[in-house]
C-alpha cells in the first residue's frame, strides 16, 4: 500500500509505544527545506534554544504520552552541506525527546550497506521511503513481508551509532 497525506500522518498520530527511522543518504531534496538551505549556506543559522515548531510540538506530546521517537542516520564523511544543515535542527529536535544517533561509516564498514530507508512503528510495521539518487522522495510504501529484518536494522544501527551529541562533540561544526 502507497501512503500519503492523513494515511501517512495517521502513523505519526497513532503508534503506541515507539516511530523509528533508519536515514542512509548523504543529502535528502525536500522541495519545503529550500529557502532554509539557501539561509543556511548564506551563513543564517537558528537559535536551538529559541527554536520551536510544529516537529519539536509533537516531539513533546510524544514524549509526554510516554512514547519515543528515534533515528538513525549514517553518515560518511565528509559531511554533505546538507548533512550539517540538517545537524542544525538535530539539536533542538534531541532536547525535544527524539532519539537522534549518527552511525559513521567512513572508515569502516557499512554493516547496514544497501538497506534502504524506512520508518518503523511499534517494531511491527515497517514503512519503505523510495528516493531518487538525487534524494527526491517518490513514495512511501507499507512493507508487507515480516518485520523481523528490520527489527535487526534497527539492532545493528543502534549498537553501531552514537548519540548525535556524543558525534557532534568531536566535529568542526560550522556554527
Known amino acids: 500500500?502507497?501512503?500519503?497525506?492523513?494515511?501517512?500522518?495517521?502513523?505519526?498520530?497513532?503508534?503506541?509505544?515507539?516511530?523509528?527511522?533508519?536515514?542512509?543518504?548523504?543529502?535528502?531534496?525536500?522541495?519545503?527545506?529550500e529557502e532554509e538551505i539557501r539561509q543556511f549556506l548564506a551563513g543564517e543559522?537558528?537559535?536551538?534554544?529559541?527554536?520551536?515548531?510544529?516537529?519539536?510540538?509533537?516531539?513533546?506530546?510524544?514524549?509526554?504520552?510516554?512514547?519515543s521517537k528515534g533515528r538513525v542516520h549514517i553518515v560518511t564523511r565528509p559531511l554533505s552541506q546538507y548533512l550539517w544543515f540538517e545537524f542544525m535542527y538535530y539539536q533542538p529536535h534531541a532536547w525535544a525527546g527524539e532519539d537522534?544517533?549518527?552511525?559513521?561509516?567512513?572508515?569502516?564498514h557499512n554493516p547496514l550497506d544497501g538497506v534502504q530507508d524506512f520508518w518503523m512503528f511499534d517494531r511491527s510495521e515497517v514503512v519503505l521511503m523510495h528516493y531518487e539518487p538525487d534524494g527526491t522522495q517518490v513514495g512511501r510504501e507499507v512493507y508487507e513481508g515480516d518485520p523481523e529484518p528490520?527489527?535487526?536494522?534497527?539492532?545493528?544501527?543502534?549498537?553501531?551509532?552514537?548519540?548525535?551529541?556524543?558525534y557532534v562533540k568531536g566535529l568542526d561544526v560550522r556554527t
Open 45 to 67: 543559522r537558528i537559535d536551538p534554544h529559541a527554536y520551536s515548531n510544529e516537529y519539536t510540538d509533537d516531539l513533546k506530546r510524544v514524549r509526554r504520552e510516554g512514547k
Open 1 to 33: 500500500m502507497l501512503l500519503d497525506g492523513e494515511l501517512w500522518e495517521a502513523k505519526f498520530l497513532n503508534f503506541r509505544a515507539e516511530a523509528w527511522r533508519l536515514e542512509t543518504l548523504q543529502v535528502y531534496n525536500v522541495p519545503q527545506e
Open 150 to 166: 528490520y527489527r535487526e536494522y534497527q539492532r545493528t544501527a543502534l549498537a553501531e551509532s552514537l548519540p548525535f551529541e556524543e
Open 100 to 108: 537522534i544517533r549518527i552511525m559513521d561509516v567512513t572508515d569502516r
